[in-house]
């Protein structure tokens, strides 16, 4: 079984962008720019936010957080976004998630310009993406698909099944996937038989939130398993897949932690210079 190192892979994909960002300067005589704006104290959201400035600074991005307290009001944070929006230093905009009750999410997505949209998460990107146009891709996905091109290059054809339908994993992984002719099955919480659909699959994605849930007889011999989850347990941190059985029958297989996770922000750095390099031509 092959056990896909996302923490190398991340680090490869780092270091190549990191070039890049060299190249970039060299050629314009600035960098990317990557903000960020973090709301409220959750500790998660102030470690992912960490951990995005360290990672953007080590590949020589422009990086910047803007923190605001839990009870500031939406208009300031509208207000900042659209100074960010003419801002020419500035190539990426993140608003970190979640938002405190009364600042609405939508709102927040749709006053970051898409072209400085670096979580794909407008619904201009959203729209591209699956019409197959550019886009920002989303994070999570995009780094899933670039750990399983790694695996398999070829895709076409595959028969690959996505557990979860969100917005921010399921629905954009399952257009990265149709891009690559494979047949996309993509399965949720009203699914039938989801272990029958699972034992069709030649790839599988699981991005559910529950512990676990994809067993080891729900995958067939060679499958490629993707495991986006992180969930809390007495155990300690693990995925929505049962890593043990399934690791028996998988070809390939993420670990949690160190698969999916440090791949995320590797394709944070990735989008902000996509944007970076579209704002120059
Ligand atoms: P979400 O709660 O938005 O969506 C979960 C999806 O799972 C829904 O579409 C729901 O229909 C489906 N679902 C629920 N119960 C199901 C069941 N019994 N069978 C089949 N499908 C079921 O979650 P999300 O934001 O997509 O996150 C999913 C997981 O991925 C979480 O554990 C989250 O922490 C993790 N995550 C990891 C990263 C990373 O960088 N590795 C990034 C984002 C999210």
């Not at 923490?7 to 970039?24: D, I, N, P, S």
């Not at 998660?44 to 995005?52: D, E, G, L, M, T």
């Not at 300031?76 to 190539?91: F, R």
């Not at 009750?101 to 619904?123: A, C, N, R």
Request: proline share 5%; with cysteine.
């Amino acid at each position: 079984m092959i056990l896909i190192d996302g923490k190398k892979a991340a680090a490869e994909l780092r270091e190549k962008l990191k070039h890049e960002v060299t190249q970039l300067k060299a050629k314009y005589n600035k960098v990317p720019g990557l903000t960020v704006i973090l709301i409220g104290d959750l500790t998660p959201s102030q470690i992912y936010v960490r951990n995005k400035e360290k990672s953007a600074n080590e590949v020589g991005l422009k990086s910047e957080v803007i923190k605001y307290p839990d009870e500031v009001e939406e208009k300031t944070v509208l207000e900042k976004i659209e100074e960010l929006n003419k801002d020419e230093t500035v190539s990426g905009i993140l608003v970190q998630l979640p938002l405190p009750k009364h600042i609405d999410k939508q709102k927040v997505i749709e006053t970051i310009l898409p072209s400085k949209d670096v979580d794909g998460f407008h619904p201009m990107n959203v729209g591209n993406l699956s019409s197959g146009y550019e886009s920002s891709v989303p994070c999570t996905p995009l780094g899933c698909y670039l750990l399983i091109k790694k695996v398999e290059h070829n895709l076409n054809g595959k028969k690959a099944v996505i557990v979860g339908r969100s917005n921010l994993n399921g629905k954009p992984m399952t257009q990265l996937l149709l891009k690559e002719n494979c047949t996309v099955t993509i399965t949720h919480s009203k699914t039938k038989d989801l272990k029958a659909e699972c034992l069709e699959a030649d790839i599988i994605v699981a991005a559910v939130g529950i512990p676990e849930l994809v067993k080891g007889d729900w995958v067939k011999k060679g499958t490629i398993v993707i495991d986006v989850g992180i969930n809390k347990t007495d155990k300690g941190i693990v995925g929505d897949v049962d890593f043990n059985e399934v690791s028996k029958n998988a070809k390939a297989l993420t670990p949690v932690p160190g698969g999916v996770g440090p791949m995320t922000i590797a394709c944070l750095l990735k989008n902000t210079i996509e944007c970076f390099k579209r704002s120059q031509i």
